[in-house]
């Protein structure tokens, strides 16, 4: 035990003493396998409940050290935010740093497995835990305890490490109104100068009502913001400043309500984590291909970037909101989502995390929206599906030629300008079925509002159509019900949707009546 918990606080302090470039933690862990297998064997240890009988107050003896280092560690490890194999562990690791924390009564300990914790937890998650309750007003008592420490930190844990535990913690809404009802946002605006990573803090708690409340009533400090704002020195500080200043509706343009059925320049607006730039920038030029007209902020936005991206949503007829756990951690993306569920923009949202489980906010805004997984499937396949979701969405609306955009100083964004995609002003070249390509099914489905059918018959042109709508007719409809049921879920992970098949039946009789002596000759 002695020599374990003097290797792991060596490496330890190996990676404190590197800040944020952790040159030291790359050296001994090369490779993505190799931190995980050491997490692993860690989490391991930690598991074993018997050691947690011998945690002293502070770090007297061998197992203490070895639990104390091993904890800021996993916090080093998790605050990295890329390490995708976490979402396997989560269960095992939580679970642990709940009985830790229980057991425990070491403070250093016990922070650090707060400080787990917020970065693992749902939304969802720290509302359902025991301990949830806890974890806010734990991490903004020893925040005040440390800022008043003339050293800013406790025992081996920095002040920095605290606040990006809390940077996390603070997405969460059930921990804003934490925050909210214990009426501390003032310590972050004491230290904010010397830690700007606060801001950021300050920037997602005031997503909450109440704390917007509580910092328009702050003169000196929305004086300060005000300032700050026209200092473009720092474009990153800038954009944190413009954000917090946009939730409190502070330097907003005048932008009316009443632009909803206004020619648009732009079919689609990507919304997304610039974690998941090099699969978006797939998706993009896809879509360009099919001749829809696509903004999106490849080359980042200068300027008041909160004015360029509501400037984007209302040019742009619908969203595609790409999600992961980094978009709903973002502020950014956060605010551009909220502004698009606002202005009553079509949201399409897709899938770009594996194993990711929309939860909190972005829960809220896309709803019962059916979503494309690009994890699940290829990804032509994806696009394919994706396709289909932007058809129904954009088949509705009256295109007209593109407007030239007006020019914009502030803004610097890849655009193209296109045609409207040719689908949407094409229609079925033959009333005949039998003469119907996959492409025409497609369009005549979604046509009827078949969304979920269109991506089952995916793969159907008009001849396979019509017999498929023999079949159903002259077979035991329990029968047909079990088999399209079965290859709903195999196919679209769905179940089939009872209310579509019924419309189908509906259109496809309709459609034969109308033709009588076409059908009799080829069935």
């Not at 920037?203 to 704390?211: E, G, P």
Request: charged share 25%.
């Amino acid at each position: 035990v002695s020599c374990i918990a003097r290797h792991i606080s060596l490496t330890v302090g190996c990676c404190w003493l590197d800040g944020e470039n952790q040159p030291h933690m790359k050296a001994v862990f090369p490779t993505e396998k190799a931190v995980h297998d050491h997490f692993e064997n860690l989490l391991r240890i930690l598991s074993y409940e018997p050691l947690y009988a011998q945690i002293r107050i502070k770090r007297s003896n061998d197992e203490t050290v070895l639990v104390g280092s091993s904890l800021i560690y996993f916090l080093f490890i998790v605050q990295m935010r890329n390490m995708d194999w976490l979402s396997d562990l989560n269960t095992t690791l939580k679970n642990t740093m709940v009985s830790i924390i229980d057991a425990s009564i070491n403070d250093e300990v016990a922070m650090c497995c707060y400080g787990v914790l917020c970065e693992i937890l749902t939304d969802e998650e720290s509302k359902d835990l025991s301990i949830s309750d806890n974890i806010c007003n734990y991490f903004l008592q020893m925040l005040e305890d440390i800022w008043n420490k003339t050293k800013k930190k406790y025992e081996h844990v920095p002040i920095m490490m605290l606040l990006k535990g809390f940077q996390t913690l603070s997405k969460n809404d059930s921990m804003q109104q934490e925050t909210a009802v214990s009426n501390r946002i003032h310590i972050f605006i004491e230290i904010c100068d010397e830690y700007p990573i606060a801001y950021d803090v300050i920037w997602a708690l005031s997503f909450n009502k109440d704390i917007q409340q509580q910092l328009r009533s702050d003169s000196p400090f929305i004086c300060k913001l005000t300032q700050l704002s026209r200092q473009p020195e720092n474009e990153q500080m800038s954009k944190i400043i413009d954000g917090i200043l946009w939730n409190l509706e502070i330097n907003h343009e005048n932008r009316s309500m009443t632009d909803k059925h206004n020619t648009k320049e732009f079919d689609i607006m990507i919304s997304y984590s610039h974690k998941e730039k090099v699969l978006c920038k797939q998706i993009y030029e896809e879509l360009i291909k099919a001749g829809y007209r696509v903004w999106i902020d490849f080359d980042q936005m200068h300027g008041n970037v909160m004015d360029a991206m509501a400037q984007a949503i209302e040019q742009s007829n619908t969203v595609i909101m790409c999600m992961s756990e980094q978009y709903r951690k973002s502020n950014y993306c956060r605010a551009e989502a909220q502004y698009a569920f606002q202005r009553e923009r079509k949201i399409v949202p897709i899938l770009l995390q594996k194993q990711y489980k929309p939860d909190g906010w972005l829960l809220f805004i896309i709803g019962q929206l059916l979503y494309v997984d690009f994890n699940k499937y290829e990804f032509s396949r994806a696009m394919q599906m994706l396709h289909n979701e932007l058809k129904v969405e954009l088949m509705a609306e009256t295109h007209t030629a593109p407007v030239r955009p007006k020019e914009d100083s502030v803004v610097a964004h890849s655009t193209t300008y296109i045609s409207p995609p040719e689908v949407l002003r094409s229609s079925i070249v033959s009333e005949n079925i039998l003469d119907w390509t996959q492409s025409q099914v497609q369009d005549w489905l979604l046509g009827h509002n078949l969304r979920q059918l269109s991506r089952l018959f995916a793969a159907c042109d008009g001849r396979s159509l019509l017999y498929l709508s023999k079949y159903m007719k002259n077979c035991e409809p329990q029968q047909i019900l079990d088999l399209l049921e079965a290859d709903s879920v195999r196919r679209l992970n769905e179940s089939i949707s009872l209310i579509e098949l019924s419309s189908f039946h509906s259109v496809m009789h309709e459609k034969k009546k109308r033709l009588p002596s076409m059908y009799s000759s080829n069935t």
